[in-house]
């Protein structure tokens, strides 16, 4: 864990409906996108396995390693049903 | 060209804007909303998308479609919103030079659409809450998950839980995607190696289809990487995988090598082999590397921090010398031996990654003869001279090559012109010397008898043939390491001079009437002869 920072998340489909909101500022000292989602599994009742997600940051796919900055925009994408 | 809209598409208002005078073909796939799923009635679908991703995202799946099937151009909406039964949710449409193409173009969007595209839809079925494809929770544990995918594979002992995150954090590069490359990369790809990246600039070929497992006919024409990439993820969604349609080249090579965790050189021709190889070691890189001729294949470890090199074992003459008698592009291939190299190149990068590299695997050369069966491990010499490797190496991927060394490689003509020579036939386990396949006064001693051979090579100039040319060529290699100068390889083999293979013979310039001038002295046995 590092400085606590302002992060912006955004929700949609069934992560949107667990959470129940679609987007959340959130102050948190994760360093990565793993942990942020931890942190957001516990405290926000998301129930989505972690292992089946994929991630956005500043709309770009990015890794769940990734470590992040201040106001970086974070969407975790659950699996996906274009077409 | 991308959109999103949560309004109706106008099917006949974007067909209308495929219209190209250069465009001979014209491809089009309508994705709609169908009235059952999983043997349940659907009522309505609801698309919700992550528009500013989702636009990036398209766009960047038609570019690169257009890019892998040149000549075809690209346009793809997608909906968002409720839809009703027989509503269209995609749109893609191609036009293209000519269909192949088209076909292909529009596959790939609708396939990558499926993967990547930040889309989501929730089904509505009568009496039923409605639910989010994808992500129900009964589809969860038969879904892709590193757990489920690598089950299997976590429970050998000698991999678990931290060997595949080993994997998983490993960046390869496997140049080349022929006959090797194909196996090689598919292996890697199904045990979870995290990136890897391909390249080769080929385009597949009708006459590729028989050995480069990861093409079908539909894949003709089409660029190599952009194929096989597809085809990886499809095998392993949860691998990253990239094609670059590219050369090998001195310029490019550095860049393609510097920061993997391991290459495959899985080229056909030794100009590349050099260059990646040179590239490898100054980056600190191991590089596995197998070579083929016909039902023989050649595998070899290096590591960067172990003498004994290509460079070593090719006797220090520069790529372009070996070029002439050893690019085997073109060549007659038995696909299971390109087959089998390519996985065994595979179980070298894995076991490379997981730590399971014994150390005396980097010092060797391994043969394998898919007709006879046989295999063995050859020890590679370091040369203490060696420009590459040795104490004094040049630190340059262009080193000159520059140790003046004659040709090992002599072809039949050159044997003759040479002469005198004493020829020594290796025999594999078991095998003894048919006279009818070797030259008069040829001696038949084990390949793996090393200290006979060495005797013999110091005695006098002597040629070493085998059943095709390539033991005797990383043996004529050893010795001449071992400062025995006078050894030569036969390029082709006793099978170049087989009687009954005229073809080869011909091919490989012999002047066969003078060599069997020779055999027909003895007194063979034609039954023999097989």
Known sequence: MGEPRKIQVRFFAVLREQAGVSALDWETEARTATDLYGELKAKRGLTFPAGLLRVSINERYATMDTPLQAGDRVVFIPPVAGG | ?530
């Open chain 2, 1 to 530: 060209m991308f959109g999103l809209t949560d309004q109706p598409i106008d099917s006949a208002a974007l067909h209308a804007k495929l219209a190209r005078a250069d465009a001979g073909a014209c491809v089009i796939f309508e994705g709609r909303v169908r009235n059952h799923h999983g043997g349940k009635p659907v009522t309505l679908l609801e698309y919700e998308a992550f528009d500013e991703l989702a636009r990036v995202e398209g766009a960047a799946i038609v570019e690169e479609a257009e890019r892998a099937h040149p000549g075809s151009f690209v346009t793809c909406v997608h909906r968002t919103g409720a839809l009703s039964i027989g509503e269209i949710a995609v749109w893609i449409g191609v036009a293209s030079a000519h269909r192949h193409a088209g076909f292909l173009a529009c596959r790939q969007v609708i396939e990558e659409i499926k993967r990547q595209l930040p889309v989501w839809k929730k089904e509505h079925h009568p009496g039923e809450e409605p639910q989010w494809v994808n992500c129900t929770v009964e589809v969860l544990p038969s879904r892709l998950s590193p757990e489920n995918y690598y089950e299997r594979q976590v429970s050998l002992p000698e991999v678990g839980p931290p060997g595949q995150t080993a994997l998983s954090a490993a960046d390869v590069l496997v140049a080349g995607l022929g006959g090797l490359g194909c196996p090689a990369a598919l292996y890697l790809a199904t045990s979870g190696v995290g990136k890897l990246t391909l390249v080769d600039v080929g385009k597949v070929e009708v006459s590729n289809l028989h050995r480069q497992v990861l093409f079908t006919a539909d894949d003709i024409g089409a660029f190599k990487v952009a194929v096989g990439a597809a085809r990886l993820r499809q095998h392993n969604p949860l691998v990253q995988v990239e094609g670059l349609p590219a050369d090998v080249t001195a310029a490019n090579v550095a860049a393609l090598v510097t920061g993997r965790t391991a290459v495959l050189d899985c080229t056909d021709n030794f100009a590349t082999r050099f260059l990646l190889h040179d590239a490898c070691r100054m980056a600190g890189v191991p590089l596995i590397s197998a070579a083929v001729y016909r039902f023989e294949g050649e595998l070899n470890l290096f590591s960067p921090a172990t003498p004994g090199c290509l460079h070593c074992l090719w006797s220090g003459q520069d790529a372009a010398a070996l070029e002439a008698a050893n690019n085997c592009s073109g060549e007659p291939v038995f696909a299971p031996t390109v087959g089998l190299m390519g996985i065994m190149q595979a179980a070298e990068t894995l076991k490379l990654l997981l730590g399971l590299t014994p150390a005396a695997n980097f010092k060797q050369t391994r043969l394998v003869n898919l007709l006879d069966g046989s295999t063995c491990a050859i020890e590679r010499n370091a040369d203490p001279a060696c420009v590459v490797c040795g104490p004094d190496a040049v630190q340059s991927a262009s080193a000159p090559h520059g140790v003046d060394i004659s040709s090992v490689m002599l072809t039949a003509e050159e044997v003759i012109a040479r002469a005198p020579l004493r020829t020594v036939a290796l025999l594999e386990d078991g095998e003894i010397l048919d006279a009818g396949k070797a030259p008069a006064a040829a001696i038949g001693i084990p390949v793996k008898d090393l200290a006979h051979l060495r005797a013999l090579a110091r005695e006098r100039p002597t040629l070493l043939a085998c059943r095709y040319g390539i033991r005797s060529a990383a043996l004529a290699r050893l010795l001449r390491r071992e400062g025995i100068d006078q050894v030569y390889s036969l390029i082709g083999g006793l099978a170049a001079i087989h009687p009954r293979d005229s073809r080869i013979a011909a091919d490989r310039g012999f002047r066969r009437h003078e060599i069997l001038s020779t055999h027909e002295k003895n007194a063979r046995d034609p039954s023999r002869n097989l």
